[in-house]
């Protein structure tokens, strides 16, 4: 992450070439969601719902407080997306085995047919800028994105993608 001089080479970026990557990355994000907006809509879901599918199908058996600490969403704010997610059959909560007071979420195969779907369209979206940028691009993008994130957040994220690999 680091260029071993404190970032002093990255110096010389002006304000406005900062506020040219300001509004990249929120145009890239609008094309990033476009797609799984476009699918969610027809259900009459929103990107909360995609969030949590995208997470419980990365890590199944989670429990409802991992889920909110990935998150960073209120408990009723969850809840809300949960019961949703659960009455139309996309998620199934389960009573912890060890802890029955724990809910373990799982994908149902009809919520796995929708995270399919939603992560083609973002997958698709992501490999064909990563093959025009090139591999070095993608390597310092990607160094780029963990170091905007605060702290607890990276160490989440590192938490994350070490169990899924």
Same mark, same amino acid.
């Given at each position: 992450m680091a260029d071993g001089k404190g970032g002093e080479a990255l110096l010389f970026l002006t304000d406005e070439q900062l506020r040219l990557g300001i509004e990249a990355m929120f145009f890239a994000y609008r094309g990033f969601t476009a797609d799984p907006d476009?699918? $969610?809509?027809? $259900? =009459?879901?929103?990107?909360?719902?995609? /969030?949590?599918?995208?997470f419980i199908s990365r890590r199944p058996g989670t429990t409802v407080n991992n889920l909110l600490a990935i998150l960073g969403v209120t408990k009723q704010s969850l809840n809300r997306v949960l019961r949703t997610l659960? @009455?139309?059959? $996309?998620?199934?909560?389960?009573?912890?085995?060890? +802890?029955? /007071? %724990?809910?373990?979420?799982?994908l149902t195969d009809e919520g796995k047919a929708l995270e399919?779907?939603?992560?083609?369209? %973002?997958?698709?979206?992501?490999?064909? @800028?990563?093959? =025009?940028?090139?591999?070095? @691009?993608?390597?310092?993008?990607?160094?780029?994105?963990e170091a905007m994130? +605060?702290?607890?957040? *990276?160490?989440?994220?590192? @938490?994350? *993608?070490?169990?899924?690999?």
């Open positions: 476009r699918i $969610l809509e027809t $259900l =009459a879901y929103g990107r909360a719902h995609h /969030r949590a599918i995208h659960v @009455a139309d059959g $996309l998620v199934e909560s389960r009573v912890g085995s060890q +802890d029955k /007071r %724990q809910r373990n979420l799982y399919q779907k939603l992560s083609d369209a %973002q997958r698709a979206r992501m490999r064909g @800028a990563y093959r =025009a940028a090139g591999p070095e @691009a993608v390597a310092g993008f990607r160094q780029v994105l994130m +605060d702290p607890d957040m *990276r160490r989440s994220y590192y @938490a994350i *993608r070490e169990q899924g690999t």
